[in-house]
């Protein structure tokens, strides 16, 4: 069974800081893209970041672009998302989701395969 744990997430003032990391279990991360969302209380979903499965590609949402950094540690079966300068309107639920790629592709994917459970950030004074 294929599960996605999402861990790091926290209370932090603005201005802060927070890794999260997704840890991947019943499967193997070496040919998944990576992706990570976030949902903000009575907004949609939104995809912020994804890494391709060699890490050579990455992609960032606008608004966290410069701010956010995401990487991997195949061998670790986990990937990770560096926040920093962090705002109140990063305030969400943030989820990682995997799928298979053929290609070394980092970008806008709505066709995950597998999804965590979400952690929790909230950026408050």
């Known amino acids: 069974q294929v599960q996605l744990t999402e861990s790091g997430g926290g209370s932090v003032q603005p201005g802060g800081s927070l890794r999260l990391s997704c840890t991947v279990s019943?499967?193997?991360?070496?040919?998944?893209?990576v992706g990570w969302f976030r949902q903000a209380p009575g907004k949609e979903r939104e995809s912020v970041a994804a890494?391709?499965?060699?890490?050579?590609?990455?992609w960032y949402e606008n608004s966290v672009r410069g701010r956010f950094t995401v990487s991997r540690d195949n061998a670790k079966n986990t990937a990770y998302l560096d926040m920093f300068i962090l705002k109140p309107e990063d305030t969400a639920v943030y989820y990682c989701?995997?799928?298979?790629?053929?290609?070394?592709?980092?970008?806008?994917?709505?066709?995950?395969?597998?999804w965590g459970r979400g952690t929790q950030v909230t950026v408050t004074v």
């Open positions: 989701a995997t799928a298979y790629f053929a290609s070394d592709y980092a970008g806008p994917f709505d066709e995950y395969d597998y």
């Open positions: 019943g499967r193997t991360l070496n040919r998944d893209l």
């Open positions: 890494i391709s499965w060699s890490g050579k590609n990455t």
